[in-house]
């Protein structure tokens, strides 16, 4: 790690001042802002934990005043102490074998070694512990492999589990994320291990029950419910074009009493109402995407968002989407043209547009408002991990606005094409439905007459045959 660090600093020593070279090689592993470590650090909220630990519950100050003390703190730095945390941090990384999957865990240990670090007397100097490995590593590594494998006649035999059921390296990283997953690791004593004083903290880790504090974070199941999902924006976009293509053109299906002979229309009323089931539709997507939501995030997880005020929101957004057409239909009727119902028709149909733009853009996580802003400490790690996108300024910000149109211009020539032309050929068979619908009546009819026919004749005499052959009642019933 040595010969490591020194080739580091050589690299950017020959391209600035060995100052900077010191200094932005810290920044980038462990103090500057887009150091994994700052991350973990705020997104886990150790800043209140430590804040809490030295001066009290009551002096935890605010995330932008924590940022501040620690860039403060890490431009108060001597280049001893950016020399000594960038040697603790590649000793841990050279040491932690398996545990490199886990970078977040890397990130704990760091704080762990760092505040022993501290807080030891160089006069009296004696090891810790016998090995860094076998204390910090291997105990973690064990509760791993014993997800995937069981000791049986002193042999390691693979475990038969689903991926669901097994504790993975996502699994124990993500733990690593909030706070309140930290407040949960419990010492085989029963002791809180975020309790300890900080300094005391690192003398404990081979002593963490892993088998109770760490819990699953998703379960990987295999599903068609992921169509649902995951896609469930994309369904909403193609559905909803395509219901308001097909309710548009196909009027027949939805005006009383109609005549192919007279062609006659749909009132507007009826229109509006029948393409305004589109907003009903997405909604009713949303609503199973949010279900499936408990098949695979486990409730219990600290960074789990709660399912039921996104659920309450899009029930609102269906009552408002259907309860007009369920007025218009069973109440008034399609055939009302008076104005208030024809205001509800419109103001239906503008909600269903709104309806389907927010169900077709908006995800399905930020439904009831973004959790996930700075200003909202518990999910502050995810927005670090996993929504974390580089802002773009200048030129790069117009460049990506204009692959945005062009890909969007792309997309509305082929709904145009697909269901303006393609699917006004199909939407033909609409206006001749009323003659399948005949020719289904004559088909059942000769059925009915032909069976009537062969019972007639087995039942009769010979000389009779004749007399019989007349058009059964049941044959007559059907309007030739």
Same mark, same amino acid.
């Given at each position: 790690? !040595? ?41 886990? #909220? ?31 730095? &001597? ?7 960038? &040697? ?5 990384? %050279? ?49 791993? #492999? ?22 993975? !390296? ?40 892993? +088998? ?52 006659? +229309? ?11 089931? &589109? ?53 008034? %009727? ?48 995810? +927005? ?9 300024? %200048? ?5 990506? !606005? ?42 059942? %009819? ?15 005499? +010979? ?18």
């Amino acid at each position: 790690m !040595y010969d490591y660090l020194m080739r580091l600093l050589d690299s950017r020593a020959s391209r600035m001042s060995p100052t900077s070279a010191l200094k932005s090689l810290h920044a980038d592993y462990i103090g500057g802002a887009n150091s994994n470590y700052r991350k973990w650090y705020f997104g886990s #909220r150790m800043d209140e934990s430590d804040i809490s630990q030295e001066h009290g519950i009551g002096n935890v100050s605010s995330l932008k005043d924590s940022q501040s003390n620690w860039d403060a703190s890490m431009a108060s730095f &001597a280049p001893e102490d950016y020399v000594l945390q960038l &040697a603790i941090f590649l000793l841990v990384w %050279g040491e932690a074998n398996n545990a490199r999957f886990m970078p977040e865990y890397l990130c704990f240990l760091f704080k762990c070694c760092v505040d022993v670090f501290y807080s030891l007397d160089f006069k009296e100097l004696n090891a810790l512990v016998p090995s860094f490995l076998d204390h910090a590593i291997t105990p973690l590594y064990n509760f791993y #492999r014993e997800q995937l494998y069981e000791k049986i006649d002193n042999k390691w035999i693979q475990r038969d589990k689903d991926h669901a059921r097994v504790i993975g !390296y996502d699994d124990i990283n993500q733990f690593f994320w909030y706070k309140g997953s930290l407040d949960k690791l419990q010492l085989f004593d029963k002791r809180k291990f975020m309790e300890l004083p900080p300094h005391e903290r690192f003398t404990h880790l081979d002593q963490i029950n892993w +088998k109770h504090s760490v819990r699953k974070t998703y379960l990987e199941r295999r599903s068609w419910f992921h169509v649902w999902i995951n896609f469930n924006r994309i369904w909403n976009i193609h559905i909803a074009m395509y219901w308001y293509y097909v309710s548009f053109n196909a009027g027949p299906l939805y005006t009383k009493d109609y005549d192919i002979n007279y062609d006659n +229309k749909p009132t507007t009323v009826a229109k509006l109402s029948a393409m305004s089931l &589109a907003g009903t539709l997405v909604s009713i997507i949303n609503l199973i995407s949010l279900v499936c939501e408990f098949f695979f995030v486990p409730r219990r997880c600290p960074g789990t968002q709660s399912v039921w005020p996104r659920f309450f929101v899009m029930s609102n957004l269906l009552a408002l989407n259907i309860a007009p057409t369920i007025y218009i239909l069973f109440f008034v %009727g399609m055939e009302d043209q008076s104005v208030i119902t024809l205001a509800i028709a419109i103001t239906q149909f503008i909600v269903s547009v709104i309806s389907v733009i927010i169900c077709s853009v908006v995800p399905l996580s930020v439904l009831s408002g973004n959790k996930r802003k700075f200003s909202n400490r518990r999910f502050l790690s995810a +927005k670090y991990f996993t929504d974390s996108v580089v802002p773009l300024r %200048g030129k790069s910000k117009l460049a990506s !606005y204009g692959m945005w149109a062009a890909s969007q211009s792309d997309f509305g020539t082929f709904v145009a094409h697909r269901f303006c032309f393609v699917l006004l050929g199909y939407l033909l068979v609409v206006y001749y439905l009323e003659y399948w619908l005949l020719g289904f009546q004559i088909l059942l %009819g000769w059925c009915v007459y032909l069976d009537t026919m062969e019972k007639s004749v087995c039942q009769t005499p +010979k000389k009779n045959h004749a007399k019989n052959l007349v058009a059964p009642k049941s044959f007559i019933q059907y309007n030739f």
